[in-house]
């Protein structure tokens, strides 16, 4: 459907094609290229995208960014050109991962407090502690992607295995929150989990390719909540910390990136 929309709108438009997975992405992305020659067209799953884009040969002028997941760790590749990947695991973590990052933190947190919880735990960035809690859920996601597992991550509550008072991960409290949200029945016992996270830690070592940003927006609103946020913010949900991440990435940040290299 996406490529009979594309073929139809080439009778009228010369310019290129960029197709993206969902809005978000379409609305992050179109801040950095010249609208008049470049348009977005959302294909709303990564597959999708990528299948779009081996419809067409280079001269239409089509190509996919896409997120890059964990791909790249379990020696998945795409065998078409013109499909580019972001840096880190998705466009969340990518803009964690920039200066951006800063930005967003000066205008959400309380200076005093944010330093306080950083110097009490050892370390120097927040960036840090959210990529030691993200981990096991990145690796989780990871086993279960491989595996074939069926776990359901959406709609899970985070409050029920993050630690309001360290953002770190219960590993056992995951597993059982991940079951109890899950419809069916997942075919390994918590010990062979643990057993696999485990492995999965000491195998997987780019952790920004493990990490999804979905996760750790969810870890950093809790902070901001009960931690190190601005006490004249209302209770931010980790959809208001994904607004405000990709509001803060501006194209001085994307231009430091290896997208768009």
Same mark, same amino acid.
């Given at each position: 459907?996406?490529?009979?929309? $594309? ?33 977005? #067209?959302?294909?709303?799953? #990564?597959? #999708? ?10 001269? @239409? ?5 896409? /997120?890059?997941?964990? @791909?790249?760790?379990?020696? #998945? ?17 990518? $803009?964690?991962?920039?200066? *951006? ?68 991960? &219960? ?18 016992? &918590?010990?062979? $989990?643990? &057993? ?10 780019? /952790? @920004? ?38 509001? *803060? ?13």
């Amino acid at each position: 459907i996406l490529a009979g929309e $594309i073929r139809m709108a080439r009778k009228s438009y010369s310019g290129a094609f960029a197709v993206v997975e969902g809005t978000d992405d379409a609305r992050l992305y179109t801040d950095f290229v010249d609208s008049d020659h470049c348009v977005f #067209k959302v294909a709303h799953s #990564k597959d #999708k995208a990528i299948e779009t884009v081996a419809k067409f040969s280079d001269s @239409w002028g089509v190509f996919a960014i896409v /997120d890059a997941d964990e @791909w790249s760790l379990v020696g #998945k590749s795409v065998p078409i050109p013109h499909v580019f990947f972001t840096d880190t695991h998705d466009a969340e973590t990518m $803009i964690i991962r920039s200066e *951006a990052f800063e930005k967003y933190l000066r205008h959400r947190t309380h200076d005093t407090s944010l330093g306080r919880f950083l110097s009490r735990y050892g370390q120097d960035n927040l960036r840090a502690v959210l990529l030691m809690s993200g981990k096991p859920i990145g690796c989780l996601r990871i086993i279960n992607n491989s595996g074939g597992y069926g776990m359901k991550f959406k709609g899970l509550f985070f409050n029920n295995f993050v630690c309001n008072r360290t953002l770190s991960i &219960d590993k056992e409290k995951l597993i059982d929150s991940v079951r109890t949200n899950t419809a069916k029945t997942i075919s390994m016992s &918590d010990e062979d $989990i643990q &057993d696999e996270l485990t492995k999965a830690d000491e195998t997987y070592s780019d /952790d @920004w390719l493990i990490v999804c940003g979905h996760d750790l927006a969810h870890i950093l609103s809790i902070g901001l909540n009960e931690i190190f946020g601005h006490r004249r913010f209302h209770r931010t949900s980790s959809e208001d910390v994904e607004c405000g991440l990709r509001l *803060a990435f501006e194209k001085e940040h994307f231009q430091q990136t290896d997208l768009y290299e």
